[in-house]
Structure formats: structure tokens, C-alpha cells
């Protein structure tokens, strides 16, 4: 069983917004509505058979920085691998629409990654980071949270859909493979 986790924070408020782009990625992913997700763990989710494997899609429904408490239950609930654990997150440090998969590492400063550390009790999970680029202008809480620019819309709404790419090949291709092919 794999674990497929969507960074972002509930609420209308948040649609659309530089951090909820694990979300983004995992409604475009399955293309549904979040009336066709389930609830449990105060998260919601989605399971598909793909390739002979369950997989659940997760968008955790507690606040960016305490993503890792609803992680932690479905992992524990389902008994999932800690390899088998994809996060799908936003990055700061990254020009925006770039993308980069990492086998494991520090959380980087993000707040909803280090949650999932805690909770995890370890960095080595696997992660798809997309940039989101970072400004001097505003407070970082407040552009994380802002809406993107018209142009910033298009290259996300553009590396959204090559993500559909990489899911698709996370399920047909070795972990290190994937990187070679996408960073």
C-alpha cells in the first residue's frame, strides 16, 4: 500500500494559494471534487488500485503545520511503509514551477514537513518539491499564503499537469530512476 500525502491548508480561504499546491497536484492527479473524497483522521481521502497496489491520496485537514498528526494516523491505521510514503509540498527556495524529487532530507524550514518529521520520527521519506520562489516584499507567512501572480499561474498550472507524469511513473519506475528522469 502506498501513501500519496498533498500539503495544504483547509478552507476556501486557502484554494489557490502558494502552499496549498499539494493539493492542487492531488486533485489534478485523480480529477475529482473534494465532495468525491472520503473523511477520516480528520483528513481527506482517496483510494485507487494502481498497478496491483492501493494507494491512498491524502490531503490532510489540520493546518499546514500540523500535517504530520493526520499522517501519522493513516500510516499507522493502514500499517504503511515508511517507503511507500510520497509528500507532495510546496518549496520557497525553488524559482517557481520547478520541480525536485528528493529520496529524503531536512524539512528546509517548512513548517508542515517538519510535522510530518516529528511525527515520523524520521527525514527519510520520499518528496516532490515544486517552487513556489520566495520574495523580499512580503512576510513569508503572508506570500505563502497569498494567491500566485497571472504569470506565476501559468507555470504552475503547467507543472501541475506534467506532475500527472511523474505520479504516473512513481508507480512504474525505481525511486532513484524517477529522479533522473524529473530533477
Known sequence: ???IVGLGNPGKEYIGTRHNIGFMVIDNYLNISDNDYKKKFDGLYYERIIKGDKVIFLKPQRYMNLSGEVVIQ??????I???DILVVSDDLDMECGKIKL????SCGGHNGLRNI?????TQEYKRLKIGISKTKDKDIKDYVLGNFSKEEKLEIDRIINETKNIIDDYFELSFENLMNKYN
Open 1 to 3: 500500500m502506498k501513501l
Open 74 to 79: 493513516y500510516v499507522k491505521f493502514y500499517k
Open 81 to 83: 511503509d515508511i517507503n
Open 102 to 105: 528528493k529520496l529524503k532530507g
Open 117 to 121: 518529521e516529528n511525527h515520523l520520527g
